[in-house]
T-cell receptor, first 116, second 116 residues
Framework: AQSVTQPDIHITVSEGASLELRCNYS??????LFWYVQSPGQGLQLLLK??????LVQGIKGFEAEFKRSQSSFNLRKPSVHWSDAAEYFC??????????????FGTGTRLQVTL | DTGVSQDPRHKITKRGQNVTFRCDPI?????LYWYRQTLGQGPEFLTY????????KSRLLSDRFSAERPKGSFSTLEIQRTEQGDSAMYLC??????????????FGPGTRLTVL
């Protein structure tokens, strides 16, 4: 079964600083990978996704992520964090559809705090 | 595109009562998913529908839980004889399934259930 590990439960960065959130996955083949963001009390908003092709994917709000097959990682980055980026970030993997459910498996999340 | 909507946004109930939540997916989406998210955790898959057919249920979905999608549009999730352990955010997502490829799941704002 697939699994996702987000090793950092909580990260604090200063506004304007760079950010990298780590995500490692366990899966037997090339997965579909996602990063979602969740503001307090809200649902999840898709930041970006990787299905195939270029391993560096661009998302909304200035975020990008790089798929590294050799490291089973899909880390999220942003060169300059804004105070409004404070939220919970979830990495997720979905099995490529082979006739079975394409449910998402999420990591436990990383809470980002931004100091001014 | 009005997005995925859920109703109610918040529900407080007493232990032993029944509750029902509604999800309206993005109109052209044929897949609808239910997830549950407890405090400090990522969402966990509960069940999903393709059109009106319920194709998979998680072991998390005890026999007190039932979900329907009668006309392949909106869905309801009912919890009977609620327990305090049912307190969580219930998230709905929808996607468009085309052949063997599953597209992005878009999430609603969630229904927060508190069982007293």
């Amino acid at each position: 079964a697939q699994s996702v590990t987000q090793p950092d439960i909580h990260i604090t960065v200063s506004e304007g600083a760079s950010l990298e959130l780590r995500c490692n996955y366990s899966y037997g083949a090339t997965p579909y990978l996602f990063w979602y963001v969740q503001s307090p009390g809200q649902g999840l908003q898709l930041l970006l996704k990787y299905f195939s092709g270029d391993t560096l994917v661009q998302g909304i709000k200035g975020f990008e992520a790089e798929f590294k097959r050799s490291q089973s990682s899909f880390n999220l980055r942003k060169p300059s964090v804004h105070w409004s980026d404070a939220a919970e970030y979830f990495c997720a993997v979905v099995r490529i559809n082979t006739g079975t459910a394409s449910k998402l498996t999420f990591g436990t999340g990383t809470r980002l705090q931004v100091t001014l | 595109d009005t997005g995925v909507s859920q109703d109610p946004r918040h529900k407080i109930t007493k232990r032993g009562q029944n509750v029902t939540f509604r999800c309206d997916p993005i109109s052209e989406h044929n897949r609808l998913y239910w997830y549950r998210q407890t405090l400090g955790q990522g969402p966990e898959f509960l069940t999903y529908f393709q059109n009106e057919a319920q194709l998979e249920k998680s072991r998390l979905l005890s026999d007190r839980f039932s979900a329907e999608r009668p006309k392949g549009s909106f869905s309801t999730l009912e919890i009977q004889r609620t327990e305090q352990g049912d307190s969580a955010m219930y998230l709905c997502a929808s996607s468009l399934e085309r052949g063997a490829i599953t597209d992005t799941q878009y999430f609603g704002p969630g229904t927060r259930l508190t069982v007293l």
